[in-house]
Nanobody, 125 residues
C-alpha cells in the first residue's frame, strides 16, 4: 500500500490549508485512513481519521472544530481541510492507513501499518 501526501506549505496564523492523501491501494484493502503530525522535539500526535466505508470520523482534541477530514472513495483520496491555523499547528503531517484486520483505537499510531511521506505545514505568527 502506497500513500502520497501533498498540500503542505507556509501559511499565516488564521489561514487555511488543505492536505490530501492518495493511495493506490484498492478500497477493499483499506479500512480507514488517518492523519498524524509531529512537531520538532515532540512526539507524533493523532490529528484525525476516517473510515472509508461508513465514513466514521475521529478528531484529536487540539484540532476538533478547526480541521475537517473528508474522503473521496472514487479517487481513493482523503483530504484534511485545516482552518484557523495556529503556530502550534506547525509540524510534519503524515497520512496513514489501516486494513480491515487492523484493530485498536484510531488515535493509536501503532494500529496503522501503512504510512506516507510527511508534508510540512508551517504556520507563521
Amino acid at each position: 500500500v502506497q500513500l502520497q501526501a501533498s498540500g503542505g506549505g507556509l501559511v499565516q496564523a488564521g489561514g487555511s490549508l488543505r492536505l490530501s492523501c492518495a493511495t493506490s491501494a484498492r478500497t477493499s484493502d483499506i479500512y480507514a485512513m488517518g492523519w498524524f503530525r509531529q512537531a520538532p522535539g515532540k512526539e507524533r500526535e493523532f490529528v484525525s481519521a476516517i473510515t472509508l466505508s461508513a465514513g466514521r470520523i475521529y478528531y484529536g482534541d487540539s484540532v476538533r472544530g478547526r480541521f475537517t477530514i473528508s474522503k473521496d472513495n472514487a479517487k481513493n483520496t482523503v483530504h484534511l481541510q485545516m482552518n484557523s491555523l495556529k503556530p502550534e499547528d506547525t509540524a510534519v503531517y503524515y497520512c496513514a492507513a489501516r486494513s480491515p484486520s487492523d484493530a485498536g483505537y484510531y488515535y493509536n499510531e501503532e494500529t496503522y501499518p501503512y504510512w506516507g511521506q510527511g508534508t510540512l505545514v508551517t504556520v507563521s505568527s
